[in-house]
């Protein structure tokens, strides 16, 4: 009996091992493993929900005042160029608020609204712009262009950071611009869109990423 | 009955030794890859020194800063090659009304860098000696112990009023028995010790902990004619302009590529300095999107070497530098004014802010600002006079879209008139060196002609940014290497 008890023993020993192997190959969960298939599940899903190349330009309509034209403040240059594209209609008011005195001002102004058009390119899609100290979340922005991946370049060993496993992932993009923003008036008053458009395929961007039960998910931000 | 009773055993044991050993795969997936198509070696068994662990602590500790609210980490972030995370010119302080004055640097390959001297020697072994070395933009910390406290207590970054909050801080910190255990029980019975010990752990983590040097980029591969390092056609032409210093792009003048300091290898760095005429970095470029606030007071010019952070060669005074060149002979009356320290160019295809002040956003500006510096200063600097009812476009790359017919532009918009004889003329912004070996206009150095054609061509600068892409760490070499596609033929 006792020779038997061992024999069922080892047998139910070696079979825990194979099974071990088996099981252990079985269970393991992919998504945890630092791979390219994961990366680029990862990236394909961050530019899917970040990937817009938006300038901002969150709250709308747009004020321009005299003062603004005459220093040629971003929106005093953008919007005409924007308007002449059909993208907003502007019109001539008088514009006034109260400053910290209490004591109202005036000022000349042309209010700039999006046109049916232009709605098409703002999208609704909350935007987190974060810089070294604070972070502030846009409901929506006016976006020019929308990227998808190319390929991933590589990716760094992931280390603890902020008690989260973290690396970051390289990868190269490919860019569909708004018919709009091909337009060299409007790549010259949007110096960003002429730059990432230029760089498609060749610009290496790095994405943040971290470890989660369900995988690597890239950092919120699209920074920039 | 008691066999049917082991089979029990034994299949319970099975489900416990399979499920058990998925519930803990996240561990293993710190180390393993599993795909084919490539993944990380297990990491190297790397034990930390507890003043390098006291460094770590303190590199990802918010508490060092005024507003609590920023760590080294945060701007030198380990998920961008210890670089901003993001395209700002310059960052904003830990007081978020305040910004800084210049773009933060990655702190890779940093370790290697030997105390700045006037005349140091120039790590190709050929090259006479020059200025170099040294910590910052200005070489104006000595080591990376002595480093830290620059940023700790600048009011414009980390905002901490004086070394005794750093300290206060550090007592305070979870880490403080550590910090005892690292620098003696007593350290903090002395202020100053306590504050020199905060440098020397941060200098300890950076030395000792590999990713500040992975060495883990294509060009490495390359280099070390490892398996996946054989550079495409692309890349490789652009290697070789980078290498040509005759007929080329010439980059290699500078961004040395070869064994460098304390066996460190393929910096892209002889960390000397050079006063490039980087555009000044203001409204006054259209569009602009991160012009420097500092930049607002017309009186604020930062030359470098010569101050005003730096307060060694201060232009005009005794200890000006001024004397004759000790190449050319040449007198020169200010030649520190207007240099920064050339940086590494490794993890450079992953910055998206460019040169001390951060007036460029991609590499293709930057290669067409070497390029065209000199024949097309329209594109660069602003421009006065001229026929402004007939505006030349520019190229899509220019900082300025569009200049008057016949304008002249201001070259050197960020270094006063009387220092631009320190302006480099090597290959590819001027002609190049003299036979005398002056690369400086005050040196004899000749700049290209206003509208002559430039150094490189748009495929050269293409090939160039290929290169370059190759020396972001992080590589893995695809399984299958791509047949067409950008940086391919």
Redesign the interface.
Known sequence: MTR??TA??L??GA??LI??T???A?????S???????FTATINDFLAKRGHLCLAKYDWPIYVTADDMAA?T?DA??MPVLEKLGLVSGQNMVVGRTDEAGKKITANARQYQLTEEGKKYYLNIPEVV?????KVTHPGDFCAATLTL??????????Q??GK????V?Y?YKIDPAPWARN?DA??????I??VV?????????E??Y?T?DGWVA?EVF?? | MRKLLFSGLCALSLLLTACGGGGSSSGASQTTSGSPNGGLPPPAAVKLSLAAQVGQQLFFDKNLSGGKNMACATCHNPQFAYGPPNSLSVQLGSDPSQAGQRAVPSLRYKSMTPPYNDIAENPDGITQNAPGGGFMWDGRATTLATQPALPLLNPIEMNNASPAAVVQTVQTASYAALFQQAFGAGVFSDANATFNAVGTALQAYQVEDPSFAPYSSKFDLFAGNKIGGALTPAEMRGLQLFNDTDAGAGCVACHYAGANFNGSIGLMTDFTYQALGVPRNDTQIPGNPNPIPANADASFIDMGLCGPLATIHPPGTANSGAGPDAITGVNVPDPYCGRFKVPTLRNVATRSAFFHNGVFHSLTQVLNFYNTRDTNPEYWYPSTGGDSTHPVQNPEYALYPTAASGATAQSFNDLPAQFQGNIDEELPMGQGQTDAGGTTAADGAKPRAIHSAPQMTQQNISDLICFMNTLTDGYQAPATPPTSGACVN
């Not at chain 1, 190319?150 to 280390?159: H, I, T």
Request: charged share 25%; net charge positive; glycine share 8%.
């Open positions: 038997r008890t069922v023993r047998a139910c079979a825990a099974s071990l088996l099981f252990a079985g269970c393991h969960d992919k945890q493993d630092v791979s390219r298939e994961n040629g971003r240059v953008q974060q810089t070294a100290t604070s190319d390929k991933v370049v590589g990716w760094e060993r992931p280390a950071v902020e496993l973290a690396t970051s390289i190269t060299p790549q010259r008053v949007f110096p960003m002429k730059r230029e760089g498609a395929g060749t610009m290496q961007l790095r943040g990423v470890l039960a950092d920074q920039r």
